[in-house]
């Protein structure tokens, strides 16, 4: 049998394959069709400090080849999710990441320190990246200042395993995990949604009530490829690959290009069941290829460019 184990931001998984934020509850929500213990890991919906209702409806749009979102972080806040959701996480036989998200730089730093105590939690990602708040702006993701900022006091908050979730909607993402790196971030999730929009030509309305909002699914795969292959060549923190992942093939290609392990995000939502086969189906696909270990298909993306990338997570 194939060894699908991996290390991540000092973590030991499983197997490389977490939950994406937002798409599977805030845990243990799905069990019934992928059980934490098929899985390395389990992101939770983001977590902001104050309770929010989110975005007007319609906030879901299919698209041809994926989804358009504009929830707004919908979320009980910090207080509910300690008392209510963390404890039931004790239980969970997988690691545990909870995203924090917030709309002040200060904000992300005092939801770490009200995690960093809590056991339940292994490590935390930054939400820097929801185009469905502050006008869409971005305003963490987009300016390397910012988003140094965030991570730094975070940082300084908390000494748990901390992934810093980039947008794609930037010119230069590379510039962006530079920054989130020096700031102490021990990992890049590459990447959230890409700004779309949809519309109805009869009727001349939106798809979402927001107009414009986040963009995932099957259809952002080769940007979310090429932005998380740039990440792992700007950076010497381990990457971790997200955007358009259905597939055991999917995920072996973000291996390839040098993530440590991959977020499974909008596939959950046609088949939550698919994120308990992903793992099976990989260990065959290495064996087919007589590869032993998954650790040796990390980073192994054959290119004649003269700057080889360094694998991801080489400390
Ligand atoms: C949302 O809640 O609007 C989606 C989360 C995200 O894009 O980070």
């Not at 949809?198 to 795969?221: E, L, Q």
């Amino acid at each position: 049998m194939a060894s699908l184990a991996t290390n991540c931001a000092g973590l030991v998984l499983r197997n490389p394959i977490l939950s994406a934020s937002g798409t599977f509850g805030h845990g243990l929500e799905m069990q019934h069709f992928a059980p934490p213990s098929c899985l390395g890991g389990l992101v939770s919906k983001t977590v902001t400090l104050k309770p929010r209702h989110g975005n007007p409806h319609p906030r879901i749009a299919e698209t041809e080849a994926g989804l358009l979102n504009s929830i707004g972080l919908e979320n009980r806040g910090i207080e509910a999710y300690l008392r209510d959701v963390l404890p039931q996480m004790a239980s969970a036989d997988c690691v545990v990441v909870t995203n924090i998200g917030g709309e002040r730089v200060e904000d992300f730093a005092e939801l770490a320190a009200c995690l960093d105590a809590r056991p339940e939690v292994d490590a935390l990602e930054i939400n820097l990246s929801c185009p469905n708040v502050q006008g869409g702006k971005l305003p963490f993701s987009t300016d390397p200042r910012m988003a140094e900022a965030v991570v730094r006091g975070v940082r300084a908050a908390t000494r748990k395993p901390l992934f810093a979730k980039l947008s794609p909607n930037v010119t230069d993402i590379g510039e962006i995990a530079r920054a989130a790196e020096a700031a102490g971030a021990d990992a890049i999730t590459a990447v959230n949604t890409l700004l779309g929009m949809s519309v109805d030509w009869r009727t001349g309305k939106p798809g979402i009530n927001t107009v414009m909002g986040g963009y995932s699914g099957a259809g952002i795969k080769p940007v979310a490829l090429r932005c998380a292959w740039q990440c792992v060549r700007s950076v010497r923190i381990p990457v971790i690959g997200c955007g358009g992942i259905a597939t055991a093939h999917d995920v072996l290609e973000y291996l390839v290009v040098g993530c440590r392990a991959v977020e499974v995000g909008t596939a959950c939502f046609s088949d939550p069941s698919q994120l308990a086969r992903l793992a099976p189906e990989i260990a065959r696909l290495l064996e087919e290829r007589g590869i032993e270990s998954i650790e040796h298909l990390i980073g192994t993306l054959r290119t004649t460019l003269p700057v080889q990338p360094a694998p991801a997570g080489a400390r």
